[in-house]
C-alpha cells in the first residue's frame, strides 16, 4: 500500500454527459482518461488565463465531493476500500435529482443546484459516514492547514470528527470551475462560463445517479478514476 495515496468518493458525471465535456474542458483535465484536455476557446479569457484560473480545481478534475480525500487507515487496502464501495453503490438509495446553473461559491465558481436538495444532502451524509472507518486521521499539520483558514466552531468540529469541514449542516454540493477568481475580472469570467454552461448543458435536470472513487498517488499528483459505479434505485 502507498501511504502517500489518498482516495476520495465523488460524484462525476458520466465521460459521454454533457456535463462532464464540458466540466472538463473548462478544467482541462479529464480523471478518466488521466489526460490533458484543451480549455474551450474564447477572445475574452488566453489559454495561460484559463490555466491559471484552473491551477488549483484541476488537481482534483471535474466533480463533487461526497467524501473527502482521506488516506487509508491501516490495514485496509485499495482492495478492500473499492469492494465496500461496489457494495455500497449496489444498496438502495433514493435517487436525487438537481437543476444545475453556474454561480459564484465564495470566490470561486461552481456549478450548483438552483435550490436545495433534502435527498441529495441524506445521501451526501451518506458518503460521509459510511466510508469512514477507512480513513486514517488527519496530520497535524492537514488540520493546522485547514483550521487556518478561517474555519468557526461546527466546522472544526466537523473536522476533527469526520476530517472534513463541510460536511452534514455545512455541507453545499457544488462541482467547481474555477480557483479564486480574481476580482477585476470576476464578472468577465463568470458570464463566459454561463454562456458556455448554457450552450453546451442547457436547463435540463440531471440525476445525482452515480458514484466514482478517485485515487492520488501523492500530494503533488492529479486525482483519477480506479472504481466508478451506477447506483441502486
Not at 502507498?2 to 472538463?24: K, Q, S
Not at 463568470?190 to 453546451?200: I, M, S, T, V
Request: neutral net charge; charged residues 20%.
Amino acid at each position: 500500500m502507498n501511504p502517500g495515496a489518498r482516495y476520495a468518493i465523488y460524484f462525476v458525471p458520466a465521460a459521454d454527459h454533457p456535463l462532464y465535456r464540458f466540466g472538463r474542458a473548462v478544467l482541462g483535465y479529464d480523471c478518466y482518461t488521466r489526460e490533458d484536455v484543451a480549455h474551450p476557446y474564447s477572445d475574452r479569457l488566453s489559454p495561460a488565463e484559463w490555466a491559471a484560473l484552473t491551477r488549483e480545481p484541476r488537481i482534483y478534475g471535474f466533480h463533487a465531493t461526497l467524501k473527502a480525500p482521506f488516506r487509508l487507515l491501516a490495514p485496509f487496502d485499495e482492495a478492500a476500500l473499492v469492494h465496500a464501495f461496489a457494495v455500497f453503490a449496489a444498496a438502495r438509495h433514493a435517487i436525487p435529482v438537481i437543476e444545475p446553473c453556474v454561480r459564484m461559491l465564495g470566490s470561486f465558481i461552481a456549478v450548483m443546484p438552483r435550490r436545495p436538495s433534502v435527498a441529495l444532502d441524506e445521501f451526501a451524509a451518506r458518503c460521509v459516514t459510511e466510508f469512514d472507518c477507512f480513513r486514517a486521521p488527519l496530520t497535524r499539520e492537514e488540520r493546522e492547514r485547514r483550521v487556518s483558514a478561517g474555519l468557526g466552531p461546527a466546522e472544526i468540529a466537523n473536522l476533527d470528527r469526520w476530517g472534513y469541514p463541510f460536511v452534514f449542516e455545512a455541507f453545499r454540493f457544488h462541482m467547481t470551475l474555477s480557483g479564486p477568481a480574481p476580482s477585476a475580472r470576476c464578472d468577465c469570467v463568470l458570464a463566459l462560463l454561463q454562456e458556455a454552461f448554457a450552450r453546451q448543458c442547457g436547463e435540463s435536470a440531471f440525476a445525482i445517479d452515480r458514484v466514482a472513487l478517485l485515487r492520488q498517488d501523492h500530494a503533488q499528483a492529479r486525482f483519477y478514476a480506479v472504481a466508478q459505479a451506477i447506483l441502486n434505485a
